[in-house]
């Protein structure tokens, strides 16, 4: 490992599967299904219910009782749910799966069997495919455009089936492996975030500390996500994102890299809101991007504490990135080849 951390085996079970459920209806059926018919049978499945207000997580756990239920009394978001599955889970290592991600049975084996092949890295990523057309991507891993701009690799295009292993920006969390004990270390998921970007602030501060991510492309998950309503997201999912992309951009990009682009985020976000007018939604973001601005002592509170414990260099984390705009444009993956591991130097 890259830093001062010890990663310890605790004893119990392999793996601890957490599912955050909010209003999540009929797709946790299904994707609880899936979990069941795994090859790899060690693990348990914990459900975060986020005061859902269908009962589908209850009624889920009174059909099962080897289910783990944690109930809270309000929305705490996405990212305080899976911290408070991981302060519960028993296993070393932590899958996170969405809901409405429906696994495929050797998802796990194969997770578990990348982890075992390559013993200095702590975090993965999965294939995602679009459930309602499973010939076409929902992700290769998350991408980290040089102006500060994440986007999930290959999201609607063509999948290529399994294409080499390789080294991703981050995990997308609705479908990721990650050692437990590293997940904890690093203070697991920012819940200042709320939802949207957290996974990608996880993956950032991992590479900051020269934790890489690496794509397994026979893990495969089938992921219901924002395609099944045409692409467009709410007015909720616009606004945090808007103001999670910003807040991570200010607390994660190391100095010299913060610096050389800023102008190169401002001239996207301008585009980005371009785009936005044009399509006739441009109140939600601009919301998000005020929130940001308002409260932009939250990101550098934030700053302070991640890049106190950074190793890596500005190249360090700039070489992990894309540099080649058509790829953001266009949502193309970004993946490298797995050669060496990924250095961080002091």
């Known amino acids: 490992m890259a830093r001062g951390v010890a990663i310890g085996n605790p004893p119990g079970l392999r793996i601890s599967v957490v599912v955050v459920v909010y209003e999540s209806g009929p797709t946790l059926t299904e994707c609880l299904a899936a979990l069941r018919a795994q090859d790899l049978r060690d693990f348990e499945t914990i459900l975060v219910d986020n005061a859902s207000s269908g009962g589908e997580a209850q009624a889920a756990a009174q059909a099962d009782p080897t289910l783990i239920l944690l109930e809270n009394a309000a929305n705490l978001g996405f ?26 049975p050797a998802w796990l084996a194969r997770l ?54 390789g080294w991703v920006f981050s995990a997308c969390g609705g479908a990721m492996l990650i050692e437990r004990a590293l997940f904890l270390a690093i203070g697991g998921l920012d ?54 992309r910003f807040w991570v951009f200010v607390k994660d990009t190391p100095p010299v890299l913060f610096w050389l682009t800023l102008p190169l985020h401002i001239l996207a976000t301008v585009m980005l809101f371009i785009t936005h007018a044009m399509n006739g939604e441009i109140r939600a973001p601009m919301r998000g991007l005020a929130a940001g601005l308002r409260n932009i002592d939250v990101a550098l509170a934030a700053r302070r504490e991640v890049q106190a414990t950074r190793t890596a260099t500005s190249w360090d984390i700039a070489s992990a990135m894309t540099w080649n705009p058509f790829n953001l444009f266009l949502r193309r993956p970004f993946i490298q080849r797995r050669r060496t591991r990924p250095r961080a130097g002091a």
């Open 112 to 165: 578990v069997a990348a982890a075992e092949s390559n013993p200095q890295v702590h975090a993965f990523a999965s294939r995602q495919l679009l459930a309602e057309d499973p010939t076409r991507l929902d992700g290769l891993g998350d991408v980290m455009a040089l102006p500060g701009f994440p986007f999930r690799g290959g999201y609607t295009h063509r999948d290529p089936g399994p294409v080499e292993a």
């Open 191 to 244: 819940e200042r975030l709320f939802c949207y970007c957290e996974d990608v602030d996880l993956g950032y501060r991992l590479r900051l500390i020269g934790e890489p991510t690496l794509l397994v492309p026979d893990a495969v998950v089938r992921h219901v996500g924002s395609a099944s309503s045409g692409g467009r997201r709410s007015d909720f999912a616009v606004f945090h994102g808007t103001r999670n």
């Open 79 to 104: 990212a305080a749910a899976v911290n408070q599955g991981a302060a519960r889970a028993r296993g070393q290592w932590l899958a996170l799966l969405n809901p409405d991600a429906f696994a495929e």
